[in-house]
Structure formats: structure tokens, C-alpha cells
């Protein structure tokens, strides 16, 4: 069974950073993709980042420009660096990593950011 362990969620001050990593059970070459949701209270789980096999990053648009994705082959594991983190920045992020129509979730962490 193949499992997401994320790390790195806390409480942040707006304009502030935090570094998420999710360990995979695997290696993540066995995955189309690996990366990161978010999901805010009453809202839809929504695309934050992801990287593919072949290193191609994908970004929400809200995070553009903040957030970069990036992953340690040797640690099977990826990073999701946030910067300049917002107010709207706060939810429960989880990790997902997915091949052809399969997809495995890790249990999430929170990132709250408030002042």
C-alpha cells in the first residue's frame, strides 16, 4: 500500500514562509505525478503545485510566483516551499501522488496563517 506521509504545516504570521515535504512509500518515479492540494473550510480540494516524472511543474494560479515545488530522488520525497504566505493561504494541504487513473492521498497538514 502506498502511503504520503506529510510534514511541515504550522501557524505562520501573513508574509511569512513554511517549507511542507511529503515522503512517499515508493519511489516517486513510480508516479505520473506527485504534488500538492489544499482544501480551505466549505471549499472544493484545489491543485496547488505538482512535478511530473519528466521534472515539468504545474502551479494554481493563486500561488504563482510564492510556491515552489521541488523534490529529493534519493529521499523520495517532495517539497512544497511557500513564501509571502496570505491570509487566503490558510487550509489543509495534502499530498497526492497519482499513476494513470489511480491516486493516493496522504492525510494532510494544516497551514494556518493569521496575524
Known amino acids: 500500500q502506498v502511503q504520503l506521509m506529510e510534514s511541515g504545516g504550522g501557524l505562520v504570521q501573513p508574509g511569512g514562509s513554511l517549507r511542507l515535504s511529503c515522503a512517499v512509500s515508493e519511489n516517486i518515479f513510480n508516479f505520473n505525478a506527485v504534488g500538492w492540494y489544499r482544501q480551505a473550510p466549505g471549499k472544493e480540494r484545489d491543485l496547488v503545485a505538482d512535478i511530473n516524472v519528466g521534472g515539468r511543474t504545474r502551479f494554481g494560479d493563486s500561488v504563482k510566483g510564492r510556491f515552489t515545488i521541488s523534490r529529493d530522488n534519493a529521499k523520495n520525497t517532495v517539497y512544497l516551499q511557500m513564501n509571502s504566505l496570505k491570509l487566503e493561504d490558510t487550509a489543509v494541504y495534502y499530498c497526492?501522488?497519482?499513476?494513470?487513473?489511480?491516486?493516493?492521498w496522504g492525510e494532510g497538514t494544516q497551514v494556518t496563517v493569521s496575524s
Open positions: 497526492r501522488a497519482n499513476i494513470l487513473c489511480r491516486q493516493y
